[in-house]
């Protein structure tokens, strides 16, 4: 189905949310037919945050409360994640950049410095490259940046996966069985979910038609580079992510998960003006994890630019 092509926007205030910081406060945007969901607290540069599946905002809570003070914080929700609408869309990537992209134009966002995981990063970049004037920085962590090597990752999730992928199978795993919220996402934080966390990140999906756009992501993946809308996706990137001069950190965690050594090595012979920092312990959702260790990075790395 195809997402109307400009954004009509309106904004309107919802309750304050404590568990990212004194002051912070959700927000809605109405964009493209839709309403999209953010926290925000705080003022002058903005620092964006943006999340892949199948989290939200509150995935980022440990970090934004930790930089209060740092500039103007804003932490988006995803078409279809969290407390942002459900269209009838068929949530692919360029699906969701649309609407990303129209999230930065309706807050009319400038010298942003990008702070994202997953896909979430994928989007970030893109919306970098498209808008080069309007980014300061660019902070990735266990990105979807580029494919992967099936061999590189856990055999239990190449199965799952395979799975997935199968019509039929994948909608009984993740719209029915909802296992990739339940069972996916507490399995790959180090320490597990508590109850209420795990609440939170549940919520958004109560029904099996609800989680849909949760299903779309583990079928974009691309693994084996396949498929190859996917990777022509990411590809697109990567002359700019070799030519910008825009100051970028790539935060890599132990043992990780979509962030293998053969990616970093990339980074590292490819990527410009990149600093790669390891932080300590992380499985694939990291902000759960070292949320202390990210924010105080990603404050020396804004601090940093602020001199340059």
Request: glycine share 6%.
């Given at each position: 189905?195809?997402?109307?092509?400009?954004?009509?926007?309106?904004?309107?205030?919802?309750?304050?949310?404590?568990?990212?910081?004194?002051?912070?406060?959700?927000?809605?945007?109405?964009?493209?037919?839709s309403a999209l969901h953010y926290v925000e607290s705080g003022s002058g540069d903005p620092i964006v945050f943006l999340h892949g599946n199948p989290t939200s905002s509150y995935l980022w809570r440990g970090v934004f409360s930790r930089l209060q003070g740092k500039g103007r914080l804003l932490a988006l929700d995803l078409i279809g994640f969290g407390e942002s609408g459900k269209p009838d869309i068929e949530y692919s990537l360029e699906d969701h950049q649309r609407f990303v992209d129209?999230?930065?134009?309706?807050?009319?966002?400038?010298?942003?410095?990008?702070?994202?995981?997953?896909?979430?990063?994928?989007?970030?970049?893109?919306?970098?490259?498209?808008?080069?004037?309007?980014?300061?920085?660019?902070?990735?962590?266990?990105?979807?940046?580029?494919?992967?090597?099936?061999?590189?990752?856990?055999?239990?999730?190449?199965?799952?996966?395979?799975?997935?992928?199968?019509?039929?199978?994948?909608?009984?795993?993740?719209?029915?069985?909802?296992?990739f919220v339940t069972g996916l996402l507490p399995g790959a934080v180090l320490n597990g979910l508590t109850d209420d966390d795990l609440a939170v990140y549940t919520a958004p999906f109560p029904t099996p038609e609800s989680r849909r756009p949760v299903l779309v992501f583990p079928r974009a993946l691309p693994v084996?580079?396949?498929?190859?809308?996917?990777?022509?996706?990411?590809?697109?990137?990567?002359?700019?992510?070799?030519?910008?001069?825009?100051?970028?950190?790539?935060?890599?965690?132990?043992?990780?998960?979509?962030?293998?050594?053969?990616?970093?090595?990339?980074?590292?012979?490819?990527?410009?003006?990149?600093?790669?920092?390891?932080?300590?312990?992380?499985?694939?959702?990291?902000?759960?994890?070292?949320?202390a260790e990210i924010a105080e990075a990603v404050a020396a790395f804004v601090s940093e630019r602020g001199r340059q």
């Open positions: 189905m195809t997402v109307p092509s400009a954004p009509s926007a309106t904004t309107s205030p919802s309750p304050a949310r404590p568990e990212f910081g004194a002051g912070a406060t959700s927000n809605t945007v109405d964009v493209l037919g129209a999230w930065f134009d309706a807050l009319d966002l400038r010298n942003v410095t990008l702070v994202a995981q997953d896909y979430g990063a994928a989007f970030g970049i893109t919306w970098a490259r498209t808008h080069p004037d309007r980014v300061a920085g660019l902070v990735i962590a266990e990105p979807v940046l580029r494919p992967i090597r099936s061999d590189d990752l856990p055999a239990e999730f190449v199965a799952l996966r395979a799975e997935v992928l199968k019509p039929g199978v994948g909608e009984q795993i993740i719209l029915e069985e909802n296992r084996d580079a396949e498929p190859q809308t996917t990777v022509d996706f990411l590809a697109a990137n990567e002359d700019w992510l070799r030519t910008s001069t825009i100051p970028k950190a790539l935060y890599t965690f132990e043992p990780g998960f979509l962030l293998t050594p053969e990616i970093v090595d990339w980074v590292r012979d490819n990527v410009a003006n990149i600093e790669i920092r390891a932080l300590g312990a992380g499985g694939h959702y990291v902000q759960e994890d070292s949320p």
